[in-house]
């Protein structure tokens, strides 16, 4: 049975961003936490706040890395028409999601994103949130291009996957506040394992959606994708 049609109770005003900027940034190697690495003449973070007012939700909540909430007030708390709060982000990316819930107050629906996505573009956040209407969870990803083989740890091939099936998965993710603060509430070996919220979703039975994102819409890893997002910026 179709679920109800949910879309009329939803609007973007009753909607939170939940920014996840705590991480840091290792792989990078720039010295300094990924979020506040300059990116094309701003702070990565700026990029995606930017991007969420304009895709007209009216306030975010900042997870930053432990002892940098003045630091990211400096950084990014004035140039953006949106409610901003910062908390301290945790050991682990959805313990700094769910910091960043607790601080979401009554939201209705919260969208989640990697502050090191800095190309996702305020139409995206606005197709997840739409994609509510139907499901408990809306995800943003991409088809997957490559023929994608599984293998042993003695790397000889056991399967290849049907890639007409398969999503890369992405952010923003947006669900029902409820729904995610469910999810959250699991043991924390649970959460260490999770690499996307909306696993946690689907774990618990939830129904999670995928919305096609644009290409540019990677995540900044490595020094080589900050020179891409920087030369796809400048
Ligand atoms: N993140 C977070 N809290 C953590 C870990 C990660 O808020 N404890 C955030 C990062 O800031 C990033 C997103 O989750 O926006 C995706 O994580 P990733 O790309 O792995 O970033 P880092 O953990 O910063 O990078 P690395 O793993 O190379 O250290
Ligand atoms: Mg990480």
Redesign the pocket.
Known sequence: MRPPDRASELTLGGCAALL?????????GAGRP??FVVLAGRPLAAWSLEAIAAAGVPRAVV?VPPGHGAAAEEALGRDFPLGLAFVE?????S??VRNALAAAGDAEAVVVH???RPLAEPDLFRRTLAALADADAAIAAARVTDTIKEAGPDRLVVRTHDRSRLWAIQTPQAFRAAVLRRALDVPPDVLARATDDAWLVERAGGSVRVVESPPANF?V?TPHDLAVAESLLC
């Open positions: 996840v900027a705590a991480g840091s940034g290792e792989r990078l990924k979020a997870a982000g945790g050991a682990t990316r313990e700094s990697d502050a090191a995540k890893t």
